[in-house]
């Protein structure tokens, strides 16, 4: 096989290989999914159109899920099981958005 000598080409073959390992590197579950399969929900929808779904396993929370009334489905997961969305120092809270779904 003979080397590529063409820039053009060498740039938009670096260009594909680098958008398929970004494809590549995508989380494959859904955040949903990580939801224990023994938690007991509680829905309330807020004064602005937010419904919130809190799931609780022994009276403790685990995931909160936010439906804004506009915009994507979230999710706050408590990891470290103090009962409160987990956060990294006085950063607001991780949010996972699941914003592309192939069925």
């Not at 938009?12 to 958008?19: C, G, I, K, W």
């Not at 489905?73 to 408590?78: G, I, K, R, T």
Request: net charge negative; hydrophobic share 40%; proline share 12%.
């Amino acid at each position: 096989m003979a080397p590529i000598r063409s820039v053009p080409l060498r740039i938009a073959l670096s260009s594909a290989l680098l958008a398929l390992a970004a494809c590549a590197t995508m989380p494959a579950s859904d955040p949903a999914t990580d939801i224990p399969p023994d938690a007991v929900p509680t829905t309330r929808t807020e004064a602005n159109g937010d419904v919130v779904t809190e799931y609780r396993v022994a009276g403790q929370l685990r995931v909160v899920k936010v439906e804004p009334s506009r915009g994507p489905v979230y999710y706050l997961y408590d990891r470290n099981g103090d009962g409160l969305p987990d956060k990294a120092g006085d950063n607001p809270p991780q949010t996972y958005f699941k914003l592309f779904d192939w069925n």
